[in-house]
Structure formats: C-alpha cells, structure tokens
T-cell receptor, first 113, second 114 residues
Framework: SAVISQKPSRDICQRGTSLTIQCQVD?????MFWYRQQPGQSLTLIAT?????????ESGFVIDKFPISRPNLTFSTLTVSNMSPEDSSIYLC??????????FGSGTRLTVV | DQQVKQNSPSLSVQEGRISILNCDYT??????FLWYKKYPAEGPTFLIS?????DKNEDGRFTVFLNKSAKHLSLHIVPSQPGDSAVYFC?????????????FGQGTRLTINP
C-alpha cells in the first residue's frame, strides 16, 4: 500500500491567517482525499482532489475556505484560509480505494488561537 | 444526519478475552464496510473490510460480521492484546456521481487491560 508523508504534523496559528498542509505519496495515484476530524468527532470528507482538474467539495465545504492544489499524481496541498478557532481540527489526506482500504497520512493537528 | 453510528464511545476488555466493537448504518446503498484503527498522533490504519454481499470476513485475530437486515456490523478481536488499545472507526463506502466515498462513525476507544 502507498506511503504518505504529511506535513506539518501540528501547528498553532493566529486567527485570520492561513495554513497550507502538504501530502506527498510514494506512488502515483489518481485521487487524493482530504478529511477533517473535529475534536471528539468522526472523520468528515472535505474534498476529493484529481490531478488536472478542480477538486470536488462535499456539502458544507467551499473552495474559498479550503483551496486545494493537485499539481501532479504524487502531491497535493490543502489550505485552511482565514482561520477561526472553529477550524481547530486534525486534517488528514488519504489515497486508496475499496475494498483494499485507504491509506491515511499521519495528520496535521491545527490549533487556532 | 449520521449515516454510520458507533454508539459506544469506549470499551474496556481484559487481555486475552474477545473485544466486540459495534457499528450501525442507515444507508442501504453502502457497498463496502471497513474498520480502521487509530493511535494518537497517527493517521487511521486499515484493518479489514467486508463487501455488502458477504456476512463474514476473517483475517487473523480480526473478524467482521455484517447483518444487512439489521444494518449492523461488528468487529471481533480474539484474543485481545494490549497493542489493540486504540480508537476504532467503522466506515462505509458508497459510489456517488461516479466517485467512491467513505462515511465514518464517531469511533470507539478500546482499552485492553492486562
């Protein structure tokens, strides 16, 4: 299965600023997925990123708040823009497909103060 | 609208005994169900999956049972080991507009006591 390197692993940011999270995969993949896990909650899909096209966002998530780049088949970034304390969460990237399972990055723990 | 629910936030089991983690779902269009294990400061790790057309899948100490009529699945870990202490997420997969998507439960924290 693929190996994902995600960074940063954690950050503390001021409200109103932006943070860009990077995910590097050790093999070429068609789709990459970005998730958010708010404190005490389940993982929620933010968007699906395909190389060469715009990301597809889930209900409740918009491109202006969570812009995504996918410049090639091994790399993607998620930016959390104009942050507020409600954005404090763990953000994870993922690749894979059912039934073989999805591989996740180690996550970025974001705290907005 | 929580389509996948894990109603037990925590479970404590004696080492060597069986751990049973439960999950309920509402969407009959889910085609696969998956279990993930998550340690602190790490991403979830895939454990085992089951197709919606099966009722059981086994892999070593891990067995997943699916009861479609009850829209219920469970993960059995036998025997339980201290390294099994983690948060376990149930997830369900469905195809929406050509894309496979996962919906996760809230997780159950399993603690194995020596």
């Amino acid at each position: 299965s693929a190996v994902i390197s995600q960074k940063p692993s954690r950050d503390i940011c001021q409200r109103g600023t932006s943070l860009t999270i990077q995910c590097q995969v050790d093999s070429q993949v068609t789709m990459m997925f970005w998730y958010r896990q708010q404190p005490g909650q389940s993982l929620t899909l933010i968007a699906t990123a395909n190389q060469g096209s715009e990301a597809t966002y889930e209900s409740g998530f918009v491109i202006d708040k969570f812009p995504i780049s996918r410049p090639n088949l091994t790399f993607s970034t998620l930016t959390v823009s104009n942050m507020s304390p409600e954005d404090s969460s763990i953000y994870l990237c993922s690749v894979g497909q059912t039934p073989y399972g999805y591989t996740f990055g180690s996550g970025t723990r974001l705290t907005v103060v | 609208d929580q389509q996948v629910k894990q109603n037990s936030p925590s479970l404590s089991v004696q080492e060597g005994r069986i751990s049973i983690l439960n999950c309920d779902y509402t969407n009959s269009m889910f085609d696969y169900f998956l279990w993930y294990k998550k340690y602190p400061a790490e991403g979830p790790t895939f454990l085992i999956s089951i197709s919606s057309i099966k009722d059981k899948n086994e892999d070593g100490r891990f067995t997943v049972f699916l009861n479609k009529s009850a829209k219920h699945l469970s993960l059995h870990i036998v025997p339980s080991q201290p390294g099994d202490s983690a948060v376990y997420f149930c997830a369900a997969s469905t195809k929406i507009q050509g894309a496979q998507k996962l919906v996760f439960g809230q997780g159950t924290r399993l603690t194995i006591n020596p």
